[in-house]
Structures are given as structure tokens and as C-alpha cells.
């Protein structure tokens, strides 16, 4: 990782879910090098111990707790251990989410001609619970978590939550009807949290991400050949600098919106980091 100028988070006590995944887990190991406590919640425990005891052979302070960010039981467990080792959460970071094949649809644009072919999957053959899991993945992901350790942030000095949107918040993706949905959701969900806390002590913003290449995209961006696929090649196109983005590059505005001496007075906003996508017309 290249040098930074990091944030001193010294004793800071910080909650990630979804922290063993690709984003967040460049998030852990920034914010630990920063001196903070990181409680690592993933759905995955094997994950999330792994990256604490990486970190920890590194001198920095974490642990890996398994937790189902749909299940507010799962997370009051985790919140428990995260009390007993650490202490209050001081900052919340919601990075638990992701698609599912189930809640995409095989052709950008309804086609009567291959509508009601076998293997075809159009709007009409998107199985409800894929949507509904895609849809609770990414937006009660996020409601519950806030719900458990929100608690400990009310009238703490510094308190954060951050969220993570998507550049379909903005202008939905034609295939991930479920995924647009919900980003959408978290980013207006993040505006009235922020509002709802503004007299607590509690800001809540959220960062927008524009296009990464991870595991749970690959299928859409990569044929098995590992050639880009044509929804890469549209994404590379009207991305005016004409790339995919690296996780490092997430971190700016994460240290920038945790750090209460620099973001003070910021609150309710949804952030792009994404090479130019938002801006551009096509034109």
C-alpha cells in the first residue's frame, strides 16, 4: 500500500461489515494502519479471523467476528464481542453487500423475440426472492447493522456512520434491476439518517463507488477466456478516464469523511469516486 498521510484514529473503535470482501477489507487495512480498533464483521468468520490475525502480525488491533448483517440477532452477538474487546463503536462502516444472478435479467433491453425461450431470463422470469434478497442484502444490510451499533454513537464526539452507494443510485444499470433499487435506497436512506442524527452528535455520509472489477462482478465484466465482455467494454467507454478503479483509491474520501477535524460540518452527502462516469454524457 503507498504511503498516506492517515488519519491518527488512535482508539477509535471501528465497525466494518462486509469487511473480509474486496473493498472493505483495503478499508480494514488502512484504518488499522491508522492506529483504530477494527472489529471485522463478516457473513464468512473464517474470513474475517483471517484478515484480524494478518493485521495483528502487523501490530495494529483487530478482530473477526462472523455476522449475518440480515439477521439483528447475528449482530447484537457481534456487537456484544465488539463491547467486550473494545468497547463503544465510535465509527460504523456499512460495506456488506453485492448482487445476485437471480436478480439480473440476461438482455439490457425487453426482446420479444427471445421472450419465453427457454434459458432466457427477462424482467418477467426475475425470481422475486433473488430480488428480494439482493434488494435486503444491500438496504436492511445496512438498516440493521445501523440499528445495533448506532446505540453506542449517540452524543459521542466523532461518531460516523458511512455507507456504501453505488453509481446506480444515481442512474440505474440496465441487467441489476434488484442492485440499482437498493443502492438508490441506501443513498436516500443515508440523507434521512443523517438528518434524523444531526442534533446527536452522529454525521452519516456515504461514498459511491464507480466501477471496480471484484468477485461479485466478474461474470458481468469478464468472459471465462478472461476477455472483457461487452458490458466492459460500454462501462471502459463512458468512463472518461477510461479505466477501472483500484480499492486504494476509495481511501481519500474514507479518511477524509471519517475525520471528524477535516469533515466536521459534512453530512448527508453521496460521494462519487468514479473516474469521471457521473459527468459524462456519452457525448
Known sequence: MKNRNYPDLSDKVIVVTGGAGVLCSTFVRALAACKAKIAILDLTEAKAQELAFEIQAEGYQAIGIGANVLDKNSLE?????????FGKCD????????????????????????FGQE???SFFDLDPDGFGFVFGLNFTGTLLPTQVFGKDMIDKPGSSIINISSMNAFTPLTKIPAYSAAKAAVS????????HFAKSGIRVNAIAPGFFSTKQNAALLWNA???PTERTKKILNNTPMGRFGEPEELLGTLFWLIDNDSSGFVTGVIIPVDGGFSAYSGV
Open 119 to 121: 434459458g432466457i431470463k
Open 188 to 195: 436516500n436512506f443515508t440523507q434521512w439518517l443523517a438528518v
Open 91 to 114: 465509527i460504523l462502516i456499512n460495506g456488506a453487500g453485492g448482487n445476485n444472478p437471480r436478480a439480473t435479467t440476461d438482455d439490457e433491453f425487453f426482446n420479444r423475440e427471445r
Open 225 to 227: 477466456d478472461g476477455t
Open 77 to 85: 452477538i457481534a456487537h456484544q464481542k465488539v463491547l467486550q474487546e
